[in-house]
């Protein structure tokens, strides 16, 4: 027998062990506070890099790309730190947005403004590692992997005075022991798997933990830059987006929907426009509950409470 | 290898000293033409590939040598017709190869800044003795051709080592375009006398946005009217430079220098827009806005 087509994970369920399978339309209903039907969260990510970022075992997205020393992509990102979050900012408070930022535990050394703007506004932090130029992956040691995690999430817990119980991992890239290493220091949703509308549980270790659904795929950068859509489209991709799944709702019971924002790049004078387009196609629309990832979380936790028994494994 | 650049001291645009534009300007429209030199068989094995298929790349050397055959002929009357002056970011080398292309910018009292010899040979790895040579070159070249010396710089392809920014203040610039970290220029940091960035574009420029973002022609002359928009509403609380950078063998093609055309009228028809060059940016800057910026952010 060929071993290579030896399938030793066949059979019904997930090729895993990290969360069952099942169906959203096929489970019941979620109801989001207020009678809405469609929670929309907002991610903000505050970033660091590194300018001698690693490019291995695979660059970030997000993260500059030239030859050492890449002045041109290090300060266009640190250009989010300067100008691009405050233009951001200005629109999210316009629209009374509730936010959650995304945070490199670098950027409270080196750029601690931005931060202190973003609790003045009351936003939600989570967990975003140390820096987005180093990702998670099985190459790294446990013992590396787990003081980034704890020393990120404890610089995090000290400089905002918040629980801090989000992830999103740098890169949405994570090692096989991701998942359990973030349920020991007390996270409880991570935002890396883009493959739902609503939370769900996912096996780590013996605590509860869920998955939030993130955006992906209304995500300036990818959006712009990997799918090459205009700005424009950008917007509306997020107005459709919201119509499409708040009319879903109405039917089918509560959804979650993600955008997630660069300062450095959706703050760039040219972008910000569009920004503001997206957030008045979600204001205009009834029924949409601008929460927090925590606030999501703990509006529909006991209601997903039976999930997994009822999903197959 | 340098964990940061640390080039400039941190300073939100929140928190910094409004800087008053000449006239009440609220807006400094700045126009680069990067007259470029690529060979058809530079070396190769260094840091960086020059071209993407094997040498000679003929489709990818053609491509940008028509820029000073056709394009830039184009891009100079659609200038003229607006009054309007560019900066030029030149591959110094292009002077002996076309003359030409020098000579028209120059009767038209355009700025020349450098932009290193060719654009297929690039900084990595350089000793310091011969960066210090291509910087020489570069100066020599353009005073040879100009009768001035420059005051700006970009380097080669935007390729960079680590002491590049310390050396440009000894050879007489006063500005560089390597940097993009803000809207407004800012002191830099270097060994040895003042030297300030100059806020040159990635977003709009045309080959970031015809070959990396894959925009439409159209598309980029509604961004080139955002930016303006942006700017403008912006640039009443304190002055804002808006770049707009070209490449004639991009912008110059028939089928795009319409959407140009389209998003200069458009800014022209406001008031407000100080249309200028680097170089007179930087001496306002200096003369204005160095001191007091740096004095205000805490910076020796």
Same mark, same amino acid.
């Given at each position: 027998?060929? &071993?290579?087509?030896?399938?030793?994970?066949?059979?019904?369920?997930?090729?895993?062990?990290?969360?069952?399978?099942?169906?959203?339309?096929?489970?019941?209903?979620?109801?989001?506070?207020?009678?809405?039907?469609?929670?929309?969260?907002?991610?903000?990510?505050?970033?660091?890099?590194?300018?001698?970022?690693?490019?291995?075992?695979?660059?970030?997205?997000?993260?500059?790309?030239?030859?050492? &020393?890449?002045?041109?992509?290090?300060?266009?990102?640190?250009?989010?730190?300067?100008?691009?979050? @405050?233009?951001?900012?200005?629109?999210?408070?316009?629209?009374?947005?509730?936010?959650?930022?995304?945070?490199?535990?670098?950027?409270?050394?080196?750029? &601690? @403004?931005?931060?202190?703007?973003?609790?003045?506004?009351?936003?939600?932090?989570?967990?975003?590692?140390?820096?987005?130029?180093?990702? @998670?992956?099985?190459?790294?040691?446990?013992?590396?992997?787990?003081?980034?995690?704890?020393?990120?999430?404890?610089?995090?817990?000290?400089?905002?005075?918040?629980?801090?119980?989000?992830?999103?991992?740098?890169?949405?890239?994570?090692?096989?022991?991701?998942?359990?290493?973030?349920?020991?220091?007390?996270?409880?949703?991570?935002?890396?798997?883009?493959?739902?509308?609503?939370?769900?549980?996912?096996?780590?270790?013996?605590?509860?933990?869920?998955?939030?659904? @993130?955006?992906?795929?209304?995500?300036?950068?990818?959006?712009?830059?990997?799918?090459?859509?205009?700005?424009?489209?950008?917007?509306?991709?997020?107005?459709?987006?919201?119509?499409?799944?708040?009319? !879903?709702?109405?039917?089918?019971?509560?959804?979650?929907?993600?955008?997630?924002?660069?300062?450095?790049?959706?703050?760039?004078?040219?972008?910000?426009?569009?920004?503001?387009?997206?957030?008045?196609?979600?204001?205009?629309?009834?029924?949409?509950?601008?929460?927090?990832?925590?606030?999501?979380? !703990?509006?529909?936790?006991?209601?997903?409470?039976?999930?997994?028994?009822?999903?197959?494994? | 290898?340098?964990?940061?650049?640390?080039?400039?001291?941190?300073?939100?645009?929140?928190?910094?000293?409004?800087?008053?534009?000449?006239?009440?300007?609220?807006?400094?429209?700045?126009?680069?033409?990067?007259?470029?030199?690529?060979?058809?068989?530079?070396?190769?094995?260094?840091?960086?590939?020059?071209?993407?298929?094997?040498?000679?790349?003929?489709?990818?050397?053609?491509?940008?040598?028509?820029?000073?055959?056709?394009?830039?002929?184009?891009?100079?009357?659609?200038?003229?017709?607006?009054?309007?002056?560019? +900066?030029?970011?030149?591959?110094?080398?292009?002077?002996?190869?076309?003359?030409? *292309?020098?000579?028209?910018?120059?009767?038209?009292?355009?700025?020349?800044?450098?932009?290193?010899?060719?654009?297929?040979?690039?900084?990595?790895?350089?000793?310091?003795?011969?960066?210090?040579?291509?910087?020489?070159?570069?100066?020599?070249?353009?005073?040879?051709?100009?009768?001035?010396?420059?005051?700006?710089?970009?380097?080669?392809?935007?390729?960079? *080592?680590?002491?590049?920014?310390?050396?440009?203040?000894?050879?007489?610039?006063?500005?560089?375009?390597?940097?993009?970290?803000?809207?407004?220029?800012?002191?830099?940091?270097?060994?040895?006398?003042?030297?300030? +960035?100059?806020?040159?574009?990635?977003?709009?420029?045309?080959?970031?946005?015809?070959?990396?973002?894959?925009?439409?022609?159209?598309?980029?002359?509604?961004?080139?009217?955002?930016?303006?928009?942006?700017?403008?509403?912006?640039?009443?609380?304190?002055?804002?430079?808006?770049?707009?950078?070209?490449?004639?063998?991009?912008?110059?093609?028939?089928?795009?220098?319409?959407?140009?055309?389209?998003?200069?009228?458009?800014?022209?028809?406001? +008031?407000?827009?100080?249309?200028? *060059?680097?170089?007179?940016?930087?001496?306002?800057?200096?003369?204005?806005?160095?001191?007091?910026?740096?004095?205000?952010?805490?910076?020796?």
């Amino acid at each position: 027998m060929n &071993p290579y087509l030896e399938y030793g994970l066949r059979r019904i369920g997930p090729d895993h062990d990290l969360y069952y399978w099942s169906v959203l339309q096929e489970r019941s209903a979620v109801r989001w506070p207020n009678g809405a039907s469609l929670a929309v969260w907002v991610v903000v990510s505050m970033e660091w890099f590194r300018f001698d970022s690693p490019k291995q075992p695979f660059k970030v997205a997000s993260a500059p790309t030239k030859e050492y &020393p890449d002045y041109r992509e290090w300060t266009q990102r640190d250009y989010g730190n300067r100008i691009g979050l @405050f233009r951001v900012m200005d629109v999210l408070d316009t629209f009374n947005m509730n936010v959650t930022a995304a945070v490199n535990s670098e950027v409270f050394k080196h750029r &601690p @403004f931005v931060i202190e703007e973003a609790n003045r506004r009351h936003w939600e932090f989570i967990g975003h590692g140390e820096t987005s130029s180093v990702v @998670f992956h099985d190459g790294m040691s446990a013992e590396a992997e787990r003081a980034t995690i704890s020393q990120s999430l404890a610089t995090l817990r000290t400089v905002t005075g918040q629980p801090v119980v989000g992830w999103l991992s740098p890169g949405l890239s994570e090692s096989a022991r991701t998942l359990d290493l973030l349920a020991e220091q007390g996270i409880e949703y991570v935002c890396d798997w883009v493959n739902d509308q609503l939370p769900y549980r996912i096996r780590a270790g013996i605590r509860p933990m869920y998955a939030m659904p @993130f955006s992906y795929e209304l995500d300036d950068v990818n959006v712009i830059t990997q799918l090459h859509h205009t700005p424009a489209d950008y917007a509306r991709n997020i107005s459709d987006s919201v119509s499409s799944l708040s009319q !879903e709702a109405k039917q089918n019971g509560g959804r979650v929907m993600c955008i997630s924002i660069h300062p450095w790049f959706m703050g760039q004078p040219h972008r910000i426009r569009y920004l503001r387009e997206a957030c008045q196609a979600i204001t205009n629309c009834d029924g949409v509950w601008m929460a927090t990832g925590r606030e999501i979380l !703990e509006a529909c936790r006991h209601q997903l409470g039976d999930l997994p028994e009822r999903g197959r494994r | 290898m340098l964990p940061e650049p640390d080039r400039y001291v941190y300073s939100a645009i929140t928190s910094r000293p409004s800087i008053q534009l000449p006239d009440g300007a609220k807006v400094a429209l700045w126009i680069v033409s990067n007259n470029e030199f690529y060979e058809l068989n530079p070396p190769i094995g260094g840091v960086r590939r020059p071209w993407p298929r094997v040498q000679p790349d003929v489709l990818a050397y053609s491509h940008r040598d028509y820029g000073n055959r056709v394009g830039l002929w184009r891009l100079i009357s659609l200038l003229d017709s607006y009054g309007l002056r560019a +900066s030029v970011s030149l591959n110094v080398a292009l002077c002996d190869h076309y003359p030409e *292309t020098t000579e028209a910018c120059l009767k038209r009292n355009w700025e020349f800044f450098a932009h290193g010899v060719y654009n297929t040979r690039y900084l990595f790895e350089l000793t310091e003795d011969d960066e210090r040579s291509v910087i020489q070159d570069c100066v020599d070249t353009i005073y040879k051709y100009t009768g001035k010396a420059p005051v700006g710089w970009l380097s080669p392809a935007l390729t960079n *080592t680590e002491r590049t920014l310390d050396l440009l203040p000894e050879f007489g610039f006063t500005y560089t375009c390597d940097l993009f970290h803000d809207d407004q220029p800012f002191p830099v940091k270097v060994a040895k006398g003042r030297l300030i +960035s100059m806020p040159y574009t990635l977003d709009l420029n045309d080959v970031v946005v015809f070959a990396s973002y894959l925009h439409t022609p159209e598309y980029y002359g509604q961004m080139i009217r955002d930016q303006f928009d942006t700017l403008l509403a912006e640039g009443g609380e304190s002055g804002r430079i808006m770049c707009i950078s070209l490449h004639p063998y991009l912008i110059g093609q028939p089928h795009r220098l319409r959407y140009l055309d389209e998003a200069l009228k458009y800014i022209l028809s406001h +008031s407000g827009v100080w249309a200028t *060059t680097g170089a007179e940016i930087a001496e306002w800057y200096m003369a204005h806005c160095y001191e007091q910026v740096l004095s205000a952010v805490g910076a020796k």
